[in-house]
């Protein structure tokens, strides 16, 4: 096999900047990078699928309507002050509690501009992050919701109910087992049922359900993985934290089966991305 070349992290010179580039035609079409993430034998590396709820609701995006809580109904006024515009990425946060996915002992910094500990070293990260992200993966779109969105790092829950508000059909991997149970619980009373919750490696994605229109990386790698150019659908968009001790957020689209446009869209700081299961 011929020898890849690595195009990550982009230097911070290119940030807001846009450039192409195509991986090589070829039999085994690989991206450009490091070599194939091991362990890509889904037979040895299975994940488990679990239903948030049996019965269907699909979701709904007020036009207008303010949220019930003041709390979140202000931490939606602040996003949108700071320069989130998606209208229907603000409607998502607006329906959303988030202080049902930290510890109660948080609750009271549950609706500030803050990343808080849920546990097993992670953060859920802070609301004005998930809109950037949220609008970055949206950037274009005129329906108001996305078909297929696959998350990676679904964490405590909280950014895989915004996305199901934004997405016909949701799919959230998780790594660490007790980081998964508690996405459930968290999850369970809000009954969403367009969501599919998934334990397993994140870094091989879910080819059994791709391509998706969105993939959403929740935390940072120095090369986002193969896996998950080639699970994005042609015209999907994926957006993610790459680099070491400094990480800028990278946007990437897919406009040609073997060609991808990227940009850097901010500097940011994530937990590591990480391969296996715990």
């Excluded at 109904?73 to 996915?101: N, T, Y």
């Excluded at 799919?171 to 397993?200: C, D, F, P, Q, T």
């Excluded at 790698?221 to 957020?249: K, N």
């Amino acid at each position: 096999m011929k020898k890849k070349t690595k195009s990550f992290p982009l230097p911070l010179s290119s940030v807001m900047g846009r450039s192409s580039f195509e991986k090589q035609v070829r039999s085994d079409t690989g991206w450009p990078g490091n070599a194939p993430v091991a362990g890509t034998d889904m037979m040895k590396n299975r994940v488990q699928a679990t239903d948030v709820t049996a019965s269907f609701v699909p979701p709904k995006m007020p036009r207008h309507k303010l949220p019930v809580s003041r709390s979140l109904q202000s931490m939606v006024e602040r996003l949108a002050l700071a320069g989130i515009r998606d209208k229907v990425v603000l409607a998502a946060i607006g329906q959303v509690p988030r202080h049902l996915f930290v510890d109660p002992g948080l609750s009271g910094q549950a609706y500030a501009d803050v990343a808080l500990p849920i546990g097993a070293h992670q953060t859920i990260s802070k609301p004005s992050t998930v809109a950037k992200m949220m609008e970055a993966l949206r950037m274009g779109q005129d329906a108001p919701l996305m078909q297929k969105i696959l998350e990676i790092g679904t964490g405590c829950g909280y950014q895989a109910a915004i996305l199901a508000k934004i997405a016909k059909e949701v799919y959230s991997v998780e790594r660490i087992k007790s980081l998964h149970e508690l996405a459930r619980r968290n999850l369970r009373s809000l009954r969403i049922a367009n969501l599919r919750l998934h334990y397993g490696d994140g870094m091989l994605g879910l080819p059994q359900v791709a391509p998706f229109d969105g993939i959403i990386i929740a935390a940072a790698g120095l090369e986002i993985p193969d896996a998950l150019f080639d699970q994005l659908s042609v015209g999907g968009r994926l957006i993610a934290p790459v680099g070491g001790e400094q990480q800028t957020l990278q946007l990437v689209r897919r406009v040609a089966k073997n060609k991808w446009e990227r940009m850097v869209v901010d500097d940011c700081h994530f937990v590591p991305l990480k391969q296996g299961t715990i």
